[in-house]
T-cell receptor, first 112, second 117 residues
Framework: GQQVMQIPQYQHVQEGEDFTTYCNSSTTLSNIQWYKQRPGGHPVFLIQLVKSGEVKKQKRLTFQFGEAKKNSSLHITATQTTDVGTYFCAGDYNTNAGKSTFGDGTTLTVKP | GAVVSQHPSRVICKSGTSVKIECRSLDFQATTMFWYRQFPKQSLMLMATSNEGSKATYEQGVEKDKFLINHASLTLSTLTVTSAHPEDSSFYIC?????????????FGPGTRLTVT
């Protein structure tokens, strides 16, 4: 079936260190989205990537979509305690138009 | 930004009763809404796609007679958990997509924490 694999499951960093989470799909995605969920909260939409090789930045966050549209990454530069939470990727497939398949998420903890 | 509301935020009910959860898109029309279920420290599991004016599309393994979905208008979808049992206790979240040029933004409601005693 169509699955989106996300690694790592957990990441503990010291404040100021960088953080990266990766998503991979065995089949081509039509687009990929990234969400952040704070403890006790709900997922909040961060960004959507559609084009092959696309790179988008939001302040300290950099999102990439692979050339083959099968993988994506989220990189946070110089983490802050406010970055704590679980980051999910979610991919859409052409054969499942309109529905997103979520990765298992990467939970980030930041030590001050 | 777009807002999706969900009500109630928390509900405790007795086993055998039914619970209705409402999901509203507050500042845009949503022909499609999605219902997810999330267990503690786990990812979101898509339960069904709610389509305005037609029947919902359920994911494999989700009982349509137990989780009734009604999408009565372009801004409201409801999920009714019928004859709830303790194993139905979970965090239920709805979402809706707002189209953008060539893409979309997906907004989640704040979720409903259901506890069945």
């Amino acid at each position: 079936g169509q699955q989106v694999m996300q690694i790592p499951q957990y990441q503990h960093v010291q404040e100021g260190e960088d953080f990266t989470t990766y998503c991979n799909s065995s089949t081509t995605l039509s687009n990929i989205q990234w969400y952040k969920q704070r403890p006790g909260g709900h997922p909040v939409f961060l960004i959507q990537l559609v084009k092959s090789g696309e790179v988008k930045k939001q302040k300290r966050l950099t999102f990439q979509f692979g050339e083959a549209k099968k993988n994506s990454s989220l990189h946070i530069t110089a983490t802050q305690t406010t970055d704590v939470g679980t980051y999910f990727c979610a991919g859409d497939y052409n054969t499942n138009a309109g529905k997103s398949t979520f990765g298992d998420g990467t939970t980030l903890t930041v030590k001050p | 930004g777009a807002v999706v509301s969900q009500h109630p935020s928390r509900v405790i009910c007795k086993s055998g009763t039914s619970v209705k959860i409402e999901c509203r898109s507050l500042d845009f029309q949503a022909t499609t809404m999605f219902w997810y279920r999330q267990f503690p420290k786990q990812s979101l599991m898509l339960m069904a796609t709610s389509n305005e004016g037609s029947k919902a599309t359920y994911e494999q393994g989700v009982e349509k007679d137990k989780f009734l979905i009604n999408h009565a208008s372009l801004t409201l979808s409801t999920l009714t958990v019928t004859s709830a049992h303790p194993e139905d206790s979970s965090f239920y979240i709805c979402s809706a997509r707002r189209p953008r040029a060539g893409s979309f933004e997906q907004y989640f409601g704040p979720g409903t924490r259901l506890t069945v005693t």
